[in-house]
């Protein structure tokens, strides 16, 4: 046999082994591997890291949101995706931090307001 099974459809079925790493990856990324190996390069993406800050070090803020906003995630290798995604966790942390300070802000009562006139707008 050649290594694949043929269901009752007469269409092979890919066999099992096949379900392994590379079925995760990208389009882009299987590319931009693909590049690196006939370029004679590492897979890994060092000019990034040239270019300026690393996601990873990159701080929470308006820059990080630009910047993961524009990354094309279908280019990423599987440690940059990584890193993507841990950035963008920080981030959602970060923002959600924001918002709660503001709905606490919000909610408290404003100011000269009595005591007994209430708990706040909330």
């Known amino acids: 046999m050649n290594g694949m099974q043929t ?3 007469g ?7 096949q379900a392994g790493p590379l079925k995760a990856m990208s389009p882009g990324v299987v590319d931009y591997l693909f590049r ?10 060092i ?5 300026g800050i690393s996601l990873s070090a990159q701080p ?6 630009r910047r993961l906003a524009e990354t094309d995630i279908d280019a990423l290798t599987p440690v940059e995706l990584f890193h993507y995604v841990r950035a963008a966790q920080r981030l ?7 918002r709660q300070t503001a709905v606490g802000r919000y909610c408290r009562p ?3 307001t009595p005591p007994h ?3 706040g707008r909330c």
Not at 36 to 45: C, T
Not at 60 to 65: D, H, K, R, S
Not at 92 to 98: C, D, H, I, N, S
């Open 7 to 9: 269901p009752s459809s």
């Open 11 to 17: 269409i092979p079925a890919p066999e099992s082994h």
């Open 36 to 45: 690196q190996l006939v370029a004679g390069k590492s897979s890994e993406d």
């Open 47 to 51: 000019q990034w890291e040239r270019e």
């Open 60 to 65: 929470e803020g308006a820059e990080l949101a």
């Open 92 to 98: 959602a942390a970060w923002a959600e931090g924001l």
């Open 110 to 112: 404003g100011p000269g």
């Open 117 to 119: 006139a209430g708990k």
